[in-house]
């Protein structure tokens, strides 16, 4: 077997609790998270060889041998906005596949203040007039390219309130949330508008927490005796020609906008030999509701447009033909940045060992898949498997 | 560089004109893509061989939302009469791109008639403002004086 094909499996998953938690920096979420993980595969830090990680505005993941040990190993710091989670996991798991090492971390934290973010036009390549003119607002792009879609492919508002209010009862079963409350669709569809057509409870809010993957080497999993997943593939792209993204001047080219996500779902499940329609449970980028919706088409497990008989008929819920954010989500956990796209990975691996609890996926999941799109056209897939 | 923008549709415009510098964009000299703002390099094919392009003035709506609250300040700067929910979105224009502006109608706050409707531009500065007819009907009296004075 060549080392690109060579098996990875995922034999240690970890959380720090999400949500407000003033008494903890993000490092110690980190530190938390990777605590936990090498908990649950049975192995300690100085088991661990190699370690990628990051954070969006919390700090070098490399300084967290100071609070872990210090083994000595090379640890890379990983800054990829929201793909900074999935770059960490591809970089652990090449790490392994080119046989520099049996055992890798990726780790991703992030503790964001309340509010909006707060980015800089010129960092973005944009004159001040955008800041001056109330364009420097990421909300406005998903409003923008949700209004289109809804336009072009017959999605209903009820639809996008659907969508929230499972996100807030996924979050009310699962433990580990921030959101831990239940709210009607009613209650979604009234609540003061942000950007037409989503309202302040569509949306997902900066958040606080760490997520920690461990990935080893088959003969490394088996040694180990681990309750191991295997991860089939890992596919990460930055966006094509043509795209639409947040705080675009504007968008070039003819047509509708190509999709870095359906480009790295592609990647992901060509790599892993499976298709879409494979799939028993799945975590899509819920930045807000209509991210999910566009989601769903864009990594191809629907037709656009066809997400209305989806959604409505409760096929993304859990018990139905594709559970989609089983564990409420980004609407219900927030986002950490950095973290985001490593608690999907632990919600996937939780789904398919069976060990979610109340909101287990019902008949054994065997394939997963995670997705994760940011700023500015990124976008991070994986495809597991449960052994 | 100052160009006059002519407005025809504009009521009672029978040559009155309005003097709106062109969007400043670019052409790639290999492939033809347009950009904007003037681009460094084609992001299409990579040359970095790019001629500047005045775009025209006048689109169609693509897609808008609009801004419910008041953006955090700074950087944003509100009007004088205080912040008021406006209209954001991307106008198509025959040249080739899609350019993010500021969108007045005179429906606000509601801006529903900016959906799909064609619209000029009547300001460049500090981002791209494209206005639909009503909107410009409206206004052309204050502007006209505005632009005499």
Same mark, same amino acid.
């Given at each position: 077997?060549?080392?690109?094909?060579?098996?990875?499996?995922?034999?240690?998953?970890?959380?720090?609790?999400?949500?407000?938690?003033?008494?903890?920096?993000?490092?110690?979420?980190?530190?938390?998270?990777?605590?936990?993980?090498?908990?649950?595969?049975?192995?300690?830090?100085?088991?661990?060889?190699?370690?990628?990680?990051?954070?969006?505005?919390?700090?070098?993941?490399?300084?967290?041998?100071?609070?872990?040990?210090?083994?000595?190993? &090379?640890?890379?710091?990983?800054?990829?906005? %929201?793909?900074?989670?999935?770059?960490?996991?591809?970089?652990?798991?090449?790490?392994?596949?080119?046989?520099?090492?049996?055992?890798?971390?990726?780790?991703?934290?992030?503790?964001? &203040?309340?509010?909006?973010?707060?980015?800089?036009?010129?960092?973005?390549?944009?004159?001040?007039?955008?800041?001056?003119?109330?364009?420097?607002?990421?909300?406005?792009?998903?409003?923008?390219?949700?209004?289109?879609?809804?336009?072009?492919?017959?999605?209903?508002?009820?639809?996008?309130?659907?969508?929230?209010?499972?996100?807030?009862?996924?979050?009310?079963?699962?433990?580990?949330?921030?959101?831990?409350?239940?709210?009607?669709?009613?209650?979604?569809?009234?609540?003061?508008?942000?950007?037409?057509?989503?309202?302040?409870?569509?949306?997902?809010?900066?958040?606080? !927490?760490?997520?920690?993957?461990?990935?080893?080497?088959?003969?490394?999993?088996?040694?180990?005796?681990?309750?191991?997943?295997?991860?089939?593939?890992?596919?990460?792209?930055?966006?094509?020609?043509?795209?639409?993204?947040?705080?675009?001047?504007?968008?070039?080219?003819?047509?509708?906008?190509?999709?870095?996500?359906?480009?790295?779902?592609?990647?992901?499940?060509?790599?892993?030999?499976?298709?879409?329609?494979?799939?028993?449970?799945?975590?899509?980028?819920?930045?807000?509701?209509?991210?999910?919706?566009?989601?769903?088409?864009?990594?191809?497990? %629907?037709?656009?447009?066809?997400?209305?008989?989806?959604?409505?008929?409760?096929?993304?819920?859990?018990?139905?033909?594709?559970?989609?954010?089983?564990?409420?989500? %980004?609407?219900?956990?927030?986002?950490?940045?950095?973290?985001?796209?490593?608690?999907?990975?632990?919600?996937?691996?939780?789904?398919?060992?069976?060990?979610? !609890?109340?909101?287990?996926?019902?008949?054994?999941?065997?394939?997963?898949?995670?997705?994760?799109?940011?700023?500015?056209?990124?976008?991070?897939?994986?495809?597991?498997?449960?052994? | 560089?100052?160009?006059?923008?002519?407005?025809?549709?504009?009521?009672?415009?029978?040559?009155?004109?309005?003097?709106?510098?062109?969007?400043?964009?670019?052409?790639?000299?290999?492939?033809?893509?347009?950009?904007?703002?003037?681009?460094?390099?084609?992001?299409? %094919?990579?040359?970095?061989?790019?001629?500047?392009?005045?775009?025209?003035?006048?689109?169609?709506?693509?897609?808008?939302?609009?801004?419910?609250?008041?953006?955090?300040?700074?950087?944003?700067?509100? &009007?004088?009469?205080?912040?008021?929910?406006?209209?954001?979105?991307?106008?198509?224009?025959?040249?080739?791109?899609?350019?993010?502006?500021?969108?007045?109608?005179?429906?606000?706050?509601?801006?529903?008639?900016?959906?799909?409707?064609?619209?000029?531009?009547?300001?460049?500065?500090?981002?791209?403002?494209?206005?639909?007819?009503?909107?410009?009907?409206?206004?052309?009296?204050?502007?006209?004086?505005?632009?005499?004075?």
């Amino acid at each position: 077997m060549s080392p690109a094909t060579s098996t990875v499996s995922i034999v240690g998953a970890g959380l720090s609790r999400f949500g407000r938690q003033p008494e903890l920096t993000g490092r110690q979420m980190a530190v938390q998270a990777i605590h936990a993980a090498l908990a649950d595969a049975g192995l300690s830090w100085p088991d661990i060889q190699v370690a990628f990680g990051g954070s969006d505005g919390s700090g070098l993941a490399d300084t967290l041998v100071a609070d872990l040990g210090l083994t000595g190993i &090379p640890f890379i710091n990983v800054k990829n906005g %929201c793909a900074t989670g999935g770059s960490a996991l591809v970089s652990a798991v090449n790490a392994i596949r080119s046989g520099a090492a049996e055992i890798a971390l990726a780790v991703g934290f992030d503790k964001h &203040p309340r509010g909006a973010f707060d980015p800089r036009p010129e960092d973005w390549g944009l004159s001040v007039g955008y800041g001056e003119a109330g364009l420097m607002v990421t909300t406005q792009f998903f409003a923008i390219k949700f209004a289109r879609y809804m336009r072009e492919h017959g999605i209903s508002e009820q639809t996008l309130a659907k969508v929230a209010a499972k996100a807030f009862r996924n979050g009310s079963i699962s433990p580990n949330a921030w959101r831990r409350e239940a709210l009607s669709e009613e209650a979604i569809a009234a609540a003061p508008m942000v950007n037409d057509p989503l309202t302040q409870y569509m949306f997902c809010s900066p958040g606080e !927490g760490g997520a920690a993957i461990i990935v080893a080497s088959e003969a490394a999993a088996q040694r180990l005796g681990a309750r191991q997943v295997r991860l089939l593939s890992v596919a990460t792209r930055t966006r094509s020609f043509g795209s639409f993204e947040v705080f675009a001047p504007s968008i070039q080219g003819h047509g509708t906008p190509p999709s870095v996500s359906t480009d790295a779902a592609r990647a992901a499940f060509e790599a892993a030999g499976v298709a879409p329609s494979d799939i028993d449970v799945a975590q899509l980028q819920d930045t807000e509701a209509g991210a999910e919706i566009m989601h769903l088409a864009e990594c191809g497990f %629907c037709d656009h447009g066809d997400q209305e008989e989806w959604i409505v008929s409760g096929a993304t819920e859990i018990g139905g033909r594709l559970p989609v954010n089983t564990d409420g989500g %980004c609407i219900a956990n927030g986002e950490p940045i950095g973290a985001s796209g490593l608690r999907q990975v632990h919600e996937i691996v939780t789904q398919l060992r069976g060990e979610a !609890g109340e909101r287990q996926v019902p008949g054994s999941p065997r394939l997963g898949f995670t997705h994760v799109y940011g700023a500015p056209g990124i976008s991070a897939c994986t495809v597991l498997e449960a052994i | 560089m100052s160009v006059e923008t002519s407005t025809p549709e504009q009521s009672g415009g029978a040559g009155q004109t309005r003097p709106v510098p062109p969007l400043r964009g670019s052409r790639c000299t290999g492939c033809g893509n347009v950009a904007f703002p003037a681009a460094v390099g084609c992001q299409r %094919c990579g040359s970095s061989a790019v001629t500047p392009l005045a775009l025209a003035g006048h689109g169609v709506v693509w897609a808008h939302t609009v801004q419910r609250f008041a953006p955090k300040s700074p950087p944003y700067v509100p &009007p004088a009469e205080g912040f008021q929910p406006f209209a954001v979105g991307y106008v198509e224009l025959s040249d080739g791109v899609r350019v993010e502006a500021v969108l007045e109608s005179s429906d606000h706050p509601e801006y529903d008639a900016l959906a799909g409707a064609e619209v000029t531009l009547v300001a460049t500065d500090p981002v791209p403002r494209f206005a639909t007819r009503d909107w410009l009907d409206v206004h052309s009296h204050a502007a006209a004086e505005r632009n005499q004075g």
